[in-house]
């Protein structure tokens, strides 16, 4: 982006000399499924929880003056060419806990296929294992998925884990397939505090960087490996003869450490080699709130 802005701002200042307006260089510009559960509408529960450990982006007149011009365009070459900071466009993860044997979860899919696509948000899909009994082994679920999702009901102080349901930066749950309350816990989370960190990748090996603060102690260095899109054939089960398609979908995740608030590099590689798309999540082991996240911007090396 840095490259495209000097370009532009390049292009811009010898059109602007020419008399031509910078600003002519600009190209113009579901129903909820039936309700199973009372308390969570339009979701499924399961059985009761038991005690869990929580792991793992003008006009100027004709008549300017040339140099009027000149100082115009250097003040708007200066802003593009500043670098963009992380910290003032965070993101925010939302973790969508679903099954592709659960006949309420394929609208709750699709949103999270939405929210994906948002520069924002890094959405996330956990298949978990508990309706595997019920007709169809869902292909992504993990017992491992499952058991963070029953580790976040403790937080939350629910009886009963769920599906479908999404946790918004580790702070907030709500049933997946309601937008407007999805949107609502988005809002809430955007205006929390978060740590700027980095994530790169180089021929395979990974590092994690972490600014120096105060103000995070235990702090959970997740990594997560997962699939942009997988389309899926159910054979069986209360989705039978259904196409599912499923979004960032989680194939992998491990806590690479405990993080303190020390400047501090974590290199790592995808041990398993599942999942072609990486991220990292920075999470309160004692509240199980985020409080950072990176990602990469495409596939992996």
């Keep these: 982006m840095g490259v495209g802005y000097f370009l532009f701002s390049l292009g811009a200042l010898i059109e602007v000399l020419r008399g031509r307006r910078p600003a002519d260089l600009w190209p113009r510009t579901n129903p909820n499924p039936q309700s199973r559960s009372s308390e969570y509408p339009g979701s ?8 869990s450990f929580f792991t793992p982006d003008f006009c100027i007149c004709r008549g300017m003056t040339f140099l009027f011009r000149v100082i115009f365009v250097f003040v708007i070459w200066s802003g593009t060419m500043a670098p963009l900071q992380a910290a003032d466009h965070p993101l ?20 999270l ?14 298949h978990v294992d ?4 019920i007709g169809w082994k869902d292909t992504f679920a ?3 998925f499952t ?14 884990v769920y599906t479908p349901q999404m946790v918004v930066h ?65 054979k069986t089960g209360e989705n039978s003869g259904r196409k599912l398609a499923n979004y960032n979908v989680v194939r992998d995740f491990s806590e690479l450490d405990i993080w303190n608030g020390e ?22 082991a004692l509240t199980g709130k985020i409080v950072g996240a990176a990602q990469l911007a495409g596939d992996m090396n």
């Design 147 to 160: 058991a963070r999702q029953r580790a976040f009901s403790v937080i939350f102080a629910q009886r009963y």
């Design 113 to 126: 296929g939405e929210l994906a696509a948002r520069p924002d948000i890094l959405a996330l899909s956990f």
């Design 130 to 133: 508990y309706w595997d009994y």
């Design 44 to 51: 499924r529960r399961s059985s009761p929880v038991s005690d």
């Design 92 to 111: 925010t993860v939302v973790e969508l806990y679903t099954s592709q044997g659960c006949s309420s979860c394929p609208p709750a899919d699709a949103y």
């Design 142 to 144: 993990d017992p491992r």
């Design 263 to 284: 400047a501090r590099k974590i290199t790592f590689k995808n041990t398993h080699s599942k999942g072609n798309r990486c991220a990292v999540l920075l999470q309160s």
């Design 170 to 234: 580790g702070s907030y749950q709500v049933v997946g397939s309601n937008p407007d309350d999805i949107n609502s816990a988005i809002d809430k989370a955007k205006s929390m505090p978060g740590v700027a960190v980095r994530l790169t990748e180089n021929n395979g090996t990974f590092e994690v960087n972490l600014p120096q603060s105060s103000d995070h102690k235990n702090i959970n260095v997740i990594a997560v490996f997962y699939d942009e899109k997988h389309e899926t054939d159910i």
